[in-house]
Every structure is written in structure tokens, then in C-alpha cells.
């Protein structure tokens, strides 16, 4: 008898290592109710490419350093499993450790009482083990209005910025948090409009224009922005049609911006290079998925709960998806 | 709408004395500043609402380009965009002296946000989280951001 009821996706396997039993035991239920029984470890133990798991979701603050050195160099060799790292406290510390390794992307962000962020959690294994990685609309419930703008061209960047400082005032949050939205918003907009798009040839056609000369593009080459709000939480995302941003581009510019060095500031033609580091500075989830030469998406989400204090002792969340092209 | 760069600058006897209000972008100009050649510089920083990362890069060359014209700077009544800014970016300062910053609090019982002003130079270690009044109601305000790092980059 053929089942009414398939009961289980039982081909995605996921290795769930946690040394701490009573954090362990919540993850694993969580991870059995919405994928399946994971296998579990207290220790990162021996390692191998590829089979048998989909995914690892590692508690970073469980990892000593030799583990977590081991699953930086696994993430590097390995496209597969992914994996995750979840974290509780504020995670700042550990942020430039993480981006100069240069190959975890995957951090999910505990509130600072170690509670989890179960929506956030089982978006992030679903989207790494389906691979249907695009829509803002992942992170909120059904019954959020989206609210969306079009633009093609430099000049219109003003305007827009005008329109979403009207919308974060109609939602009555704290100034210093409706300041990161826009600030979030800006670095987006330049993003997409100067960075992203590339010819026939792959090159960028306006990574090295300067931000003051105005720029449009072709009438089929259009950015769509995407806000929405659910009192928790207000999301902002940017898609593009071109799908030339990188994961190394990323990871790079973030990686040079928290070393803190001589070179933090570019000088030369085009961007600052800051982009990535202002916009993870002002969000609590900030996302980035990819399709090469098809879409990148990024998305942007700001804890809008409480003040501005608890947005920043919350941690901050930080993925790269990239689905093949 | 990026609220366009405005510069108010006054000669007084102790130097020019300069009053930024607005947005750093990439379209902020300094030329009012620099055609000066001031050797000694106060920049009135108060007015300063957001800065994006292009106008981080302009905010750099235009303290590169008073050092090198030989210019002692005071960072005066820096907001909190600013400090925001110093925390994050290695050399915003360049060799800037900061006499003094606002610091934001917010009221838990109305809502209402209000920046204090920190003079370094009355008070060279303060206590962000001395209660302060509400202007509203008159509760006790919270400081609106993490004491231990809000002035970090007095330590770098």
C-alpha cells in the first residue's frame, strides 16, 4: 500500500554537535520535528567531505579552538555538508575571527540569554538543504504586507531614500534604529545599482564610476526593493538581475574592514569598500543569496523589538546562500 | 533623502571654527573648509545625522588632506553618527583631538530620545549610565547603547 502520508524527508542527514545536553536536546527536537532525527555529537570528532550529512550545525560557543580551527579548514575543502554555527551573546568578538578564515558563511545568532531563534533556524537549515534560497518573505509569517519599489537609475536613489524614512516613521520605531534602516537601504541601493551589473563579458560596468556621476541602466535591468515589518522585526531586501556578486567578494571586503588596518578605506575609483561592513553593522540578519549570473538577492533584518541597546547586545546572523547557476 | 551637507564656517580668535550639519555622502563637498588653510580647527560635528560609506571615504581625505596642510583639529560636540563612525573606522579621527560627544539615552516610560553632551575635558572618564532626567516626564532615561564600547575609541 502506497502511504497517504509521506512521513519524512529522510535523505537530508544532519549532524547536530553541541556539548551542552540540556542546549543540545532542544536543538535536536527542533531538528527532528522539521527535518529529521539528526545524529549528534558533544565534540566535533573525525570529519569527511561529502557524505553521509547535508548539513553541520555546530554551537560555536561549544567549539574549542582546535574544532573550530578544523571546521574552518572543512568549510574551505568542503562545499559539502554546510555548515552552520549558531551563536548566543553578542558574537562581535568572534565576527573578524570568522570573516578572516574566510569560510564559514553560515553564523545564526542566539539572543543574549542563549534562546533560540527557531524561525531563524529552521529557515536557514531549510534553505541550505532545499535550495530555494530567494524571498524575503521566507523570514516572515503570511499576513505581512510586502511593500515594493523599482529603480534603475542612480537619480531616483534620493527620492526612495525619502519614501522609506517616511515608512520607518510611520512604524513609530526608535530614530537611531529608522537611522540603520536607512543607512542599510543607501548601501543596498549603491550596491545593486554601481556594483552589480556587468556587460556581456562578465566585466562591471560601474564598480569604478565614481558614486557622484549619475548612472542608469537599461530599461530591462531593474532593482527591486522590498520592505516589510512584522513589530518584531523589519526586513528590507534588494534583488538584481545580474548575479556578479561572489562569496570570496564579500567575505574579502568584510574581512579587510574588521582587521581594522591601513587599507580599510579604499581610495581607489568606484566604492569605499565600507558597504558590507556598514550594512552588517546595521542589521541583526543580514543575508545574501546568489544565483551566478542570474540574481543576487541581499536581505536585511533589524530587531526593531526594544531600543536601540538591545538591538546591539543581541548577536548578529550573517548567511551566504549560493545556488548554482 | 540624504539631507545634503551644510558648512558654517566662522573665523574667532582661537581658529576657524567650522558647524557640519546634515549627511556625509559622495556628494559632500569641504572646499569651504579647506580654501581656509586653517592651522587651527574646531569642527562642530552636532548637526551630522548619517553617514554612508562613500561619505566615510570623503570624510578621510578631507582630514588627510588639513593634516598635510599642517592643521591642528578639535572634533567638538561630535553626534552620535559620529562616534558611530569613530568606533568603526580605524583612522576617522586621523590625529584629531575629541573634546566632546553626545550620548543618546531614551526614556522606557514615554519613548522620548535625547542626546547629553559629554565634555571630556570637565569630565575625562564619564559615567555614561548616571541618571539622567526625561525632558518629558521627568523618569529616569537609559543610556541607549553599550557603555563599555560607546566610547571605545578613546582607547585605540
Not at chain 1, 109 to 118: F, H, I, K, P
Not at chain 1, 276 to 301: C, R
Not at chain 2, 83 to 92: C, D, K, R, S, T
Amino acid at each position: 500500500m502506497s502511504p497517504i502520508l509521506q512521513l519524512s524527508e529522510a535523505t537530508r542527514r544532519v549532524l547536530l554537535i553541541d556539548a551542552d545536553p540540556k542546549r543540545q536536546k532542544h536543538l535536536r527536537q527542533i531538528i527532528t520535528r522539521v527535518i529529521g532525527a539528526p545524529e549528534t555529537r558533544e565534540t566535533l570528532g573525525a570529519l569527511e567531505g561529502g557524505a553521509p550529512y547535508n548539513l553541520i550545525v555546530a554551537h560555536y560557543e561549544g567549539l574549542d579552538a582546535g574544532d573550530l580551527q578544523r571546521l574552518q579548514e572543512f568549510s574551505a575543502a568542503h562545499s559539502e555538508p554546510k555548515v552552520l554555527l549558531l551563536s548566543a551573546g553578542t558574537m562581535r568578538a568572534g565576527l573578524p575571527n570568522m570573516f578572516g578564515t574566510k569560510s564559514l558563511t553560515n553564523l545564526l545568532a542566539t539572543s543574549g540569554d542563549d534562546e533560540l531563534d527557531v524561525d531563524g533556524l529552521i529557515v536557514t537549515c531549510q534553505k541550505i538543504l532545499r535550495r530555494d534560497i530567494f524571498g524575503l518573505e521566507k523570514y516572515f509569517v503570511w499576513g505581512v504586507p510586502t511593500r515594493t519599489a523599482r529603480i534603475n537609475k542612480s537619480a531616483e536613489k534620493d527620492a526612495l531614500l525619502a519614501q522609506m524614512q517616511e515608512y520607518a516613521s510611520q512604524l513609530g520605531i526608535p530614530q537611531r534604529l529608522a537611522n540603520l534602516f536607512e543607512t542599510v537601504v543607501d548601501e543596498f541601493v549603491t550596491n545593486a545599482l554601481y556594483n552589480s551589473p556587468v556587460d556581456a563579458d562578465g566585466k562591471y560596468r560601474y564598480a569604478s564610476t565614481s558614486r557622484t556621476q549619475r548612472i542608469e541602466l537599461e530599461p530591462d535591468e531593474v532593482i527591486n526593493l522590498k520592505v516589510c515589518c512584522d513589530a518584531r522585526r523589519l526586513g528590507v531586501s534588494i534583488s538584481d538581475p545580474f548575479g556578479s556578486l561572489t562569496r570570496s567578494t564579500i567575505i574579502e571586503y568584510l574581512a579587510k574592514c574588521f582587521r581594522r588596518g591601513d587599507g580599510q578605506v579604499d581610495n581607489k575609483a568606484g566604492g569605499a569598500g565600507l558597504g558590507f561592513y556598514q550594512i552588517l553593522d546595521a542589521l541583526s540578519h543580514f543575508v545574501i543569496n546568489i544565483k551566478p549570473g542570474s540574481t543576487t538577492e541581499m536581505i536585511g533584518l533589524i530587531d526593531i523589538s526594544g531600543t536601540y541597546k538591545d538591538f546591539v547586545t543581541k548577536g548578529k546572523s550573517f548567511n551566504i546562500f549560493v545556488v548554482d547557476g | 533623502m540624504a539631507n545634503s551637507l551644510n558648512v558654517k564656517v566662522e573665523k574667532r580668535p582661537s581658529g576657524l571654527w567650522a558647524e557640519l550639519s546634515g549627511d556625509i555622502t559622495e556628494d559632500s563637498e569641504f572646499n569651504a573648509i579647506l580654501s581656509e588653510k586653517p592651522l587651527l580647527l574646531t569642527l562642530d560635528l552636532a548637526g551630522i545625522k548619517r553617514i554612508n560609506s562613500t561619505g566615510v571615504r570623503e570624510w578621510i581625505n578631507f582630514m588627510t588632506a588639513l593634516r598635510k596642510d599642517g592643521a591642528r583639529i578639535n572634533f567638538e560636540r561630535c553626534s552620535v553618527a559620529i562616534v558611530q563612525q569613530l568606533n568603526m573606522i580605524a583612522n576617522f579621527a586621523d590625529r584629531a583631538e575629541v573634546h566632546s560627544v553626545f550620548a543618546p539615552y531614551i526614556c522606557p516610560s514615554c519613548d522620548t530620545e535625547e542626546a547629553k553632551l559629554v565634555d571630556f575635558k570637565a569630565n575625562p572618564t564619564p559615567d555614561l549610565e548616571a541618571p539622567v532626567a526625561c525632558p518629558n516626564c521627568k523618569e529616569t532615561m537609559e543610556f541607549d547603547d553599550l557603555p563599555e564600547s560607546y566610547l571605545a575609541f578613546r582607547q585605540q
